[in-house]
């Protein structure tokens, strides 16, 4: 195929896709909303909002395939564009994953376990939830969530008219607190070439911490994971992309529980359809990165090995730039600035610890906590 790949979004995600195509061969186009986004140092880049048909025909016009770095492409655009050329992942995955009683209800469908929750439209119905039982909740927005914002962690019904507030009276779900043992999230690929077994590949269960709803730590492969949850995860998100028809990476966040009987449960909390900030460490700490295999499913080429080679631990930077000299002189510390402006509780780049054990990529971890803070 030739003509440049359109990127729906030029933030981070599309930067880290444009620079693992440059080996490949493959050019890109960007569309963003904003002048100098991050995507604009590896491809052209279109600016305009996302629903000015003439920048969107601009970004068609010639290319090979369409792909998207965030779910809340409007569905119009994904529409016009998909129209002209192929959309991937199928707009059907952003429509899912755009509203979070669409992804619970898809997760039920498919007999994925998942938190307890209801649906919220009114301040009555958030103070009715509490009635009987008076355990804290985490009141979600259906749309246009994500890090932790449009969500309100609510101790009783007294607190219904300030989370409401707080998410700003639209339409949400209300979670049941999940008293997880450990965040983990699956990556999952599927390509457009081969049986479903040559086009599928896994990578190892990535362990997420979190802080304010922001992810802060990624571990993987993460030690404590046995075959039996790693076999678990996989089928889950084989479910989705068999349902979705998906092709390219998907994302999918679990809470690590203990059933009644001490076995190992996963609750699906969310998708993403895309590459996603719990895969950054593929880039040096897998055989093929999130971001090539994205970029090779998409464009019909063959998946590339998913597993690990040794361990990884990456740490977002969020808000304040580190001293370069300081982060490189860790050794096996990789650095990755987003090009982006410093600002309180933003992602402006990442760095992944390699090693060749996990023991060791905590020393590591120490070590860069220490210096970095
Ligand atoms: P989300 O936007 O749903 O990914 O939520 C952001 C973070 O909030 C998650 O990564 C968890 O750390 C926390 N969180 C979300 N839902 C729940 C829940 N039902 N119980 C406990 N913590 C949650």
Known sequence: MTGP??????????RMLGLAGAPLGQSFRFLDENQGAPA????????????????????????????????????????????RIPVYPPPKALEVAQDRLLERRL???????APDFCTIDSVEELRAAFADDDSPRLLKARRLGYDGKGQFLL?????????????GHVPAILDGFVEFEREVSILAVRGRVGSDEERTAFYPLTHNIHRGGI??????????????VEALAQDYARRILDALDYVGVLAVEFFWVRGPDGSA????????????????????????????????????????????????????IIGDLPRTEAV???????????GKEPRPLRKIGHVTLRADSAVEVERLLERFTRIIG
């Not at 295999?293 to 597993?307: D, I, K, Q, Y």
Request: hydrophobic residues 45%; negative net charge; charged residues 20%.
């Open 107 to 113: 997760f039920a469908d498919l007999g994925i376990p």
């Open 40 to 83: 604009s140092m590896v491809g052209e880049m279109i600016v305009a909002p996302y629903d000015d048909q003439d920048a969107l025909a601009r970004l068609c016009d010639g290319a090979q395939v369409c792909t998207y770095e965030f779910e809340n492409v409007p569905a119009d655009t994904a529409a016009f564009i998909a129209e």
């Open 328 to 338: 490189l002189a860790v050794p096996g510390a990789h650095l990755h600035l987003y």
């Open 5 to 14: 790949i359109a990127i729906l979004g030029g933030g981070q995600l599309g």
């Open 155 to 167: 101790s009783g019904a007294k607190e219904a008219e300030r989370a409401l507030d707080a998410i």
């Open 215 to 228: 992810l802060r730590v990624s571990r993987a492969p993460d030690p404590d994971v046995t075959p039996d």
């Open 265 to 316: 449960q996963l609750l699906a909390n969310e998708i993403a359809p895309r590459v996603h900030n719990s895969g950054h460490w593929t880039i040096e700490g897998a055989e093929t990165s999130q971001f090539e295999n994205h970029l090779r499913a998409v464009g019909g080429l063959p998946l590339g090995p998913t597993h690990a080679v040794g361990a990884s631990a990456m740490v977002n």
